[in-house]
């Protein structure tokens, strides 16, 4: 299974991460999608809230550039393997390898659509 983050810029120059992940082997059309402000992979980060968003279709793990009807476009910031993942869609416990990087999160609904996750992997 793989994980993707794509710098989502808008047309107001404005951006976000689109943060995609594959969370069961069946190769789903769609995927599970978060928009968050800044990146997870980062060695600094140790938690971050998110927004669950319309799950994105799957050509977007292989994509980058403009988006149709005048959105804006993607670029890849990273991508990796979802080595675990439990509990979708209550909530989320996933390992990811992003690069060189392995994190575990945890993450669940706080209000509506906004969701939050903290690391439970180890430092680097």
Do not use: C, N
Request: no cysteine.
């Amino acid at each position: 299974m793989r994980t993707v983050l794509l710098k989502h810029t808008l047309p107001d120059t404005s951006w976000h991460i689109d943060w995609l992940i594959e969370v069961d082997g069946s190769r789903a059309e769609h995927l599970p999608t978060f928009r968050l402000a800044g990146r997870p992979d980062l060695p600094t980060t140790d938690g971050f809230d998110a927004e669950r968003i319309d799950d994105h279709r799957r050509l977007y793990l292989d994509y980058t550039g403009p988006v149709s009807g005048g959105r804006g476009r993607v670029d890849l910031v990273s991508e990796g393997d979802v080595l675990d993942v439990v509990g979708w869609p209550d909530f989320l416990d996933v390992t990811v390898q992003l690069g060189e990087r392995v994190r575990r999160w945890e993450g669940q609904p706080v209000a509506g659509t906004r969701w939050r996750f903290e690391r439970t992997s180890p430092p680097d």
